[in-house]
């Protein structure tokens, strides 16, 4: 059998960002969830397809709540990291942050963590590299992410 490739957590890792427009708001003035959500979600997508080098599906994402609002006029940061991965899936956190670029002030609106599969050619699941854990952070990341899919697979039964 072959050896598993590895890739790092920095290998993959993505930041998007997106200034909050008036088209962006919902009638309270402050961005629609559900596009942060898409936002996220697309972000998490990104750093999984790094990781794989193959085309990805979200098959999961963790509850979000919303610390605090986003609104028109802030600049919306995502940094997307692959944290655990199994033998076809991936999890990535994603943070969100808002920030008032005339004020320079940085706020963390929320975070998520998202379950992709990579998928081969035929749209089947496929085996994805190995996580190579740099630091203690990545490692105990990891670790939590392996208590977090475990929950997911006992949730599923």
Request: proline content about 4%; hydrophobic content about 40%.
């Amino acid at each position: 059998m072959a050896k598993r490739a590895m890739k790092r957590v920095s290998d993959s890792s993505s930041t998007l960002h997106r200034f909050m427009m008036p088209e962006h708001a919902n009638p309270q003035g402050s961005v629609h969830g559900g596009l942060i959500m898409k936002m996220v979600d697309e972000a998490g997508a990104i750093a999984a397809m790094r990781h794989a080098n193959r085309p990805v599906v979200t098959i999961a994402m963790d509850s979000m709540t919303f610390k605090s609002p986003v609104l028109v006029g802030q600049l919306v940061t995502l940094h997307a990291a692959v944290d655990y991965v199994g033998r076809s899936s991936m999890e990535v956190s994603v943070r969100v942050l808002a920030e008032d670029p005339i004020e320079g002030t940085v706020t963390h609106t929320n975070s998520a963590w998202l379950v992709f599969i990579a998928l081969d050619d035929a749209g089947k699941p496929t085996e994805v590299p190995g996580l190579e854990l740099q630091d203690d952070q990545e490692q105990a990341n990891w670790e939590a992410g392996k208590r977090r899919q475990s929950r997911r697979l006992r949730e599923q039964s």
